[in-house]
């Protein structure tokens, strides 16, 4: 038998460190374990409360138009009706389409503008490059409405009031500062050796531009087109200042004139809000990848 080994009288019996780690890196888990509930718990909480508006123009969007003014309203459609998408189907499609094509218009302005805008920027180092960047943000800073009341008198000079492509013009003004911006990021952050490497097989800066830093930048790319085809949708003071008396107009004004029409009709109104939010949601979950990745470029330095 083996006996155990004597221990000096006032002594204390040696543990090994691991033995005393261990319950402290049990308290640390189980304190990041309720750490992380508590923040799920609040995001959730969060989520809920910015995703109830949405929730409640759906509800209203189905709910039949002789119980919109009951004492207390349903938490859920009890008796759903599409009468409100009907009648949208009926009224509100040729806003949508001008909409739509508003939208894609300065979407496909603003690119041609702010791409090569930024490529200057960013490679070709021009003169006053500085400078520019610091209008670029001063832009950002004015007024919508400023910036309407000044479109309204050069339309008003010009004849083009109340035109489509005024719009998709007046639009671009807002999208293309904020696109040059990205987009300067964004290449500030392809590697010159590439460049090098065109300019030594013969390509023009065009070239380059056209076939290397285009490519490389589609998640900018992505970005600066989304945000463009936001901020186009969902103008409001452009549209009635400079197109109030166009029999084209957009969305935002077909809502509007349909509120000051049809005031009583709450689920017709929902009904249009939730079709003109169908493009925004499905555009933002198709693109929201390369948004991310477009938005955080340039942030860090390799």
């Known amino acids: 038998m083996v006996k155990p080994a004597a221990t000096h009288?006032?002594?204390?019996?040696?543990?090994h460190p691991g033995s005393r780690r261990a319950p402290a890196l049990g308290r640390s888990r189980r304190r990041s374990r309720v750490?992380?509930?508590?923040?799920?718990?609040?995001?959730?909480?969060?989520?809920?409360?910015m995703l109830l508006p949405v929730y409640w123009m759906v509800n209203v969007s189905l709910t039949p138009q002789h119980e919109m003014r009951s004492s207390t309203p349903s938490l859920l459609p009890l008796h759903p009706t599409f009468e409100g998408y009907r009648a949208v189907l009926d009224d509100q499609l040729?806003?949508?389409?001008?909409?739509?094509?508003?939208g894609l218009g300065t979407v496909a302005l603003t690119l041609a503008i702010a791409a090569p805008a930024a490529y200057a920027l960013s490679k070709l180092r021009v003169r006053g490059g500085n400078t520019l960047g610091f209008i670029l943000v001063?832009?950002?800073?004015?007024?919508?409405?400023?910036?309407?009341?000044?479109?309204?008198?050069?339309?008003?000079?010009?004849?083009?009031?109340?035109?489509w492509w005024g719009l998709i013009i007046a639009d671009s003004t807002i999208a293309v500062p904020f696109g040059v911006m990205i987009y300067t990021a964004f290449m500030r952050g392809i590697p010159d050796e590439l460049i090098d490497a065109t300019k030594i097989d013969?390509?023009?800066?065009?070239?380059?531009?056209?076939?290397?830093?285009?490519?490389?930048?589609?998640?900018?790319?992505?970005?600066?087109?989304?945000?463009?085809?936001?901020?186009?949708?969902?103008?409001?003071v452009f549209a009635n200042t400079l197109?109030?008396?166009?029999?084209l107009q957009p969305i935002t004004l077909g809502i509007y004139r349909y509120i000051g029409n049809n005031n009583q009709e709450w689920?017709?109104?929902m009904a249009t809000a939730v079709v003109a939010s169908v493009p925004v949601a499905f555009l933002l979950v198709l693109a929201q990848r390369y948004v991310a990745a477009g938005m955080t470029a340039g942030a860090v330095k390799s």
């Open 9 to 15: 009288p006032g002594t204390r019996p040696t543990t």
């Open 35 to 49: 750490r992380a509930r508590c923040n799920t718990a609040i995001a959730l909480v969060l989520t809920a409360l």
């Open 94 to 102: 040729p806003y949508l389409g001008t909409s739509l094509l508003i």
């Open 138 to 163: 001063i832009a950002q800073m004015i007024p919508g409405i400023v910036m309407a009341m000044g479109f309204y008198g050069v339309y008003l000079t010009l004849g083009i009031l109340n035109t």
């Open 202 to 236: 013969g390509a023009s800066p065009w070239r380059t531009f056209r076939s290397v830093i285009l490519p490389v930048s589609r998640n900018a790319t992505v970005t600066v087109a989304l945000f463009s085809f936001l901020w186009a949708w969902s103008d409001f």
């Open 243 to 247: 197109a109030g008396g166009s029999s």
């Open 267 to 269: 689920n017709a109104i």
